[in-house]
């Protein structure tokens, strides 16, 4: 089975950078969308960036042009000019089925739909 596992998360002054990288194990062999995901304390899980098998990226509104996902390698996440607005718990996920394709949409995340980390903190201090 999929499991997955964030590290790289702590606390950073506002205008810092942190690389966030998920260990996996178990992904299936048709290679489904990934991403990364966060929640912030009161809010809801959001999309924060998604890649597809064939190195298709897609991002949130707040993140673009500030974030970068990949996946040479590991899946990872690179966030760069941190606002105290990204503070959250970060997750990665995989899809589950048969869907490869992971565009950022603004519905809500339908957490049966993934294999999820158990998450690592982001603190983003002013």
């Known amino acids: 089975q999929v499991q997955l596992m964030e590290s790289g998360g702590g606390s950073v002054q506002a205008g810092g950078t942190l690389r966030l990288s998920c260990a996996n194990s178990g992904v299936p062999y048709h290679d489904p969308c990934m991403g990364w995901f966060r929640q912030a304390p009161g809010k809801e899980r959001e999309v924060v960036a998604t890649i597809d098998k064939w190195g298709n990226t897609d991002y949130g509104d707040a993140m673009k042009g500030r974030f970068t996902i990949s996946k040479a390698g590991t899946l990872t996440l690179q966030m760069n000019d941190l606002e105290p607005e990204d503070t959250a718990v970060y997750y990665c996920?995989?899809?589950?089925?048969?869907?490869?394709?992971?565009?950022?949409?603004?519905?809500?995340?339908?957490?049966?739909?993934?294999?999820w980390g158990r998450g690592t903190q982001v603190t983003v201090s002013s």
């Open positions: 996920a995989v899809r589950r089925g048969t869907v490869v394709y992971c565009p950022v949409t603004s519905q809500p995340v339908i957490y049966e739909n993934f294999y």
